[in-house]
């Protein structure tokens, strides 16, 4: 297993020191898995996450959200019957309808709960994303029995608008389409032993370990995808749909975790993706999750070209400083 990295040095004028000579360093390392190449920069290279007002936010935003409890009975659709029989899903306080933007054949959201619009990262819980995630393990499952073409299912979440989210309200989405997405595709080209020689090679060096909750690893990814990139490996189940209570209620526990880190780095906002290949035997769940923010006083993304057009991100947080700050609340979690 290589863990390939290049190292490169940027010369300059530098005008903040009279124009003399400064060398910089920067870093590419490519994904053991895909090859996929990321840009690490020196720490410090972007100026720190923006901290946008979640108060203001939240109250500009509730009078007209469609999933608060006033609204979101009336406002948001229904599955057909034969799909899903009392049309929503329920789990504790997590609420799963059809999404009226229709990203894929079957499309799905989960709110955590109708009474929480406000829900920043560190009061997200392991229950109450256990409940969310449970409703969307039953949508997988509903959907599979119906239209058994439709076997590509993720799990996904923009939180926040720096995610992409354009409702405030927190909430996961679900997907299941009959063909995998590009990632899904490119993953399963990788052969399934490969995934346990991945994760056995970060166990032995510790360098990039957060920690394991029981039957899932979890990582910081070696040639990160975006800010903080954590990834875990389910190797019991091949797509969310298969995951059994047990296995719910610890991704809830990892991802609870993973987002109390993002939130003590300064982040508000996170990408996640839970997706396998149903139809490569061997193949784990995979599970991504990404932060994201607006960064200084203009609020600028933590998405540009290079993450857009080349699929190639450039990040100034190493995945081993993520390490160092997630490692002790999975120990402490343990």
């Known amino acids: 297993m290589e863990f390939r990295r290049e190292h490169l040095r940027i010369e300059i004028l530098d005008p903040r020191q009279g124009f003399e000579r400064r060398q910089s360093p920067l870093e590419i390392r490519f994904d053991p898995l895909t090859g996929q190449s990321a840009r690490v920069l020196p720490p410090g290279s972007f100026p720190p996450p923006a901290d946008v007002d979640l108060d203001r936010l939240a109250a500009e935003t509730r009078e007209r959200c469609p999933f608060c409890s006033a609204r979101v009975e009336s406002e948001t659709p229904r599955f057909p019957p034969d799909v899903v029989s009392e049309g929503r899903i329920r789990r504790g306080e997590a609420l799963l309808f059809p999404n009226l933007v229709g990203y894929a ?3 799905s959201v989960s709110v955590y709960s109708p009474e929480r619009h406000r829900l920043p990262l560190d009061e997200i819980t392991p ?4 409940d969310n995630l449970a409703t969307q393990v039953a949508f997988g499952r509903a959907v599979a029995d119906f239209d058994t073409d439709s076997a590509w299912v993720s799990i996904n979440a923009n ?7 354009s409702v405030f309200h927190p909430h996961l989405q679900g997907a299941a389409n009959p063909f995998p997405t590009t990632v899904q595709r490119f993953l399963t080209e990788v052969e399934p032993a490969r995934f346990r020689e991945y994760v056995a090679a970060e166990r032995a060096s510790g360098e990039r370990l957060l920690g394991s909750t029981g039957r899932i690893d979890w990582l910081a990814a070696f040639a990160p995808v975006g800010p903080g990139e954590v990834r875990a490996f389910a190797f019991e189940a091949s797509s969310p749909e298969q995951l059994d209570p047990e296995l719910v209620a610890e991704l809830g526990r990892g991802l609870s975790l993973v987002l109390g880190t993002f939130a003590e780095l300064g982040y508000q906002s996170f990408n996640l993706a839970v997706f396998g290949a149903p139809a490569s035997p061997g193949f ?5 999750a990404v932060a994201r923010a607006y960064y200084g006083s203009l609020r600028r993304s933590d998405a540009m070209w290079s993450e857009r057009l080349h699929w190639e991100s450039t990040v100034d947080l190493a995945p081993e400083a993520l390490a160092d700050v997630a490692r002790d609340r999975f120990a402490s979690a343990g």
């Open 105 to 107: 054949k079957w499309s």
């Open 127 to 130: 229950s109450l994303l256990a």
């Open 159 to 165: 939180h926040l608008p720096p995610s992409g989210s």
């Open 284 to 288: 784990p769940l995979v599970v991504r």
